[in-house]
C-alpha cells in the first residue's frame, strides 16, 4: 500500500484544505508555508526545498536519486517510465513518483506488484485525489475466494466472541475472513442486513471466537482478540475485492456458539477447516454471489465463500515449517 502525499507547488490553501480532507499521508508545500499548513490537521508536513524532484531521463539519474534518497527523501519527476523505476526498487524502499492521473497512480502502485513506497500526486490530478486514496491507498489487491461446503453445524456451548466495530460503512457481500486457521479461513458477513427484531450495524463484524484468526492487511494474520481501537483490519468483498478500514471500538462478551465445519475440493484433494461463531440469527457467512446467509439456517451441502492457504504464521507473518492446526 502506497503512501499518498499531495505536492502544493505552487502552494494552494484550498487545495491543501481538499487534500487533507482526501485522507493524504503528508503534503509538501513551499517552506515558509510549513508552520500554517501544519496548523490545518495533524500529519506530515514537508518543505518542498528538503524533497529534490529528480527526473529520470538518462541511466545516470537512476545512482542520481539513489544518492538523495539515502539523504532524506526525493521524487521522481513526471515522465518516468516502468524499467527505471523497477531499477530504483530493486535498490531502495524509499521511491516516490510524481504522478498527474489517476491512471499514472495506479501505474505506480502496481509496479513489480509491490509498487512504490510513495505516490506523489501534483495539482493537476486535484480532481482525481479522492480515487487515488481509494485506488492506492483504501483498497488493496484481491483474495482469491472459493468456494466450500457445509459439513456439520453444531452447538459449541458459551464462549467469548469478538463484534468488531469499524469506522466504515460496509456494503451487502463484504465482511471479514476468520478461522480456526489461518490456512482456511470463511467469509464472515458484516451486519449490513435488516430484521424484525435487531437494527442493521453496518460498521459491524460480528466476527468469532477470541483464538480465530483473522485476515490483516500485507497477507499478515491476529488472533481476534488481539484486535484494539485503531488497528487497520482487511475487508474482503465476494468477489475478493479488499480494502483497508480501522478499527473503532471491539465488543468482547460471553455468548453461546456454533462450531461450524466446512471443505473445499481442489485438484490436489479435499481441504477441511472450521470456524467458532455467535449462535444468532443476525450473523452469516457470504454465499457465492455475495449473498449473506444466518448461522442459524445453515445446513450441510450449502455452499459458502472460504480463503484457502498454506499453513503456517509465526506472530501473524507467514512461515515454512511443519504445522497442522485441528
Given at each position: ?22 485522507g493524504v499521508d503528508a503534503v ?6 510549513v508552520k500554517l499548513v501544519s ?149 464472515v458477513h458484516a451486519e449490513t ?134
Amino acid at each position: 500500500m502506497a503512501q499518498i502525499i499531495f505536492k502544493a507547488i505552487p502552494y494552494s490553501k484550498d487545495d491543501v484544505t481538499l487534500a487533507l480532507e482526501s485522507g493524504v499521508d503528508a503534503v509538501i508545500v513551499p517552506a515558509e508555508d510549513v508552520k500554517l499548513v501544519s496548523g490545518l490537521a495533524r500529519g506530515n508536513v514537508l518543505a518542498a526545498e528538503n524533497v529534490p524532484c529528480v527526473a529520470l531521463t538518462r541511466k545516470e539519474d537512476e545512482q542520481t536519486y539513489l544518492e538523495h534518497a539515502r539523504a532524506g527523501m526525493a521524487t521522481l519527476a513526471p515522465g518516468w517510465e516502468i524499467i527505471p523505476v523497477e531499477n530504483l526498487l530493486a535498490q531502495s524502499d524509499q521511491v516516490y513518483a510524481e504522478v498527474r492521473t489517476l491512471q499514472e497512480a495506479e501505474l505506480a502502485a502496481g509496479i513489480l506488484e509491490r509498487g512504490v513506497t510513495g505516490i506523489v500526486v501534483l495539482p493537476e490530478a486535484l480532481g482525481d485525489l479522492k480515487a487515488i486514496v481509494s485506488s492506492c491507498k483504501i483498497s488493496l489487491e484481491n483474495e482469491c475466494l472459493v468456494e466450500g461446503e457445509i459439513t456439520s453445524v453444531e452447538q459449541a456451548g458459551l464462549g467469548h466472541r469478538v463484534c468488531c466495530d469499524t469506522i466504515a460503512m460496509l456494503h451487502r457481500g463484504q465482511g471479514m475472513l476468520v478461522g480456526n486457521s489461518a490456512d482456511f479461513t470463511f467469509l464472515v458477513h458484516a451486519e449490513t442486513e435488516h430484521n424484525e427484531y435487531v437494527a442493521a450495524r453496518p460498521f459491524r463484524i460480528n466476527a468469532g471466537a477470541v483464538h480465530a484468526y483473522t485476515r490483516l492487511p500485507h497477507d499478515k494474520t491476529c488472533y481476534l482478540e488481539e484486535l484494539k481501537a485503531g488497528r487497520e483490519v482487511q475487508i474482503v468483498d465476494q468477489d475478493g475485492k479488499t480494502m483497508i478500514t480501522t478499527v473503532g471500538r471491539i465488543k468482547l462478551e460471553v455468548r453461546p456458539m456454533l462450531l461450524i465445519r466446512a471443505r473445499v475440493r481442489t485438484p490436489e484433494g479435499e481441504k477441511q477447516g472450521a470456524v467458532f461463531l455467535q449462535n444468532a440469527e443476525t450473523i452469516r457467512l457470504t454465499a457465492p454471489g455475495g449473498t449473506p446467509v444466518s448461522v442459524v439456517s445453515l445446513k450441510p451441502g450449502d455452499k459458502i465463500l472460504c480463503r484457502i492457504d498454506e499453513a503456517g504464521r509465526h506472530f501473524g507473518m507467514r512461515i515454512r515449517e511443519e504445522i497442522a492446526e485441528v
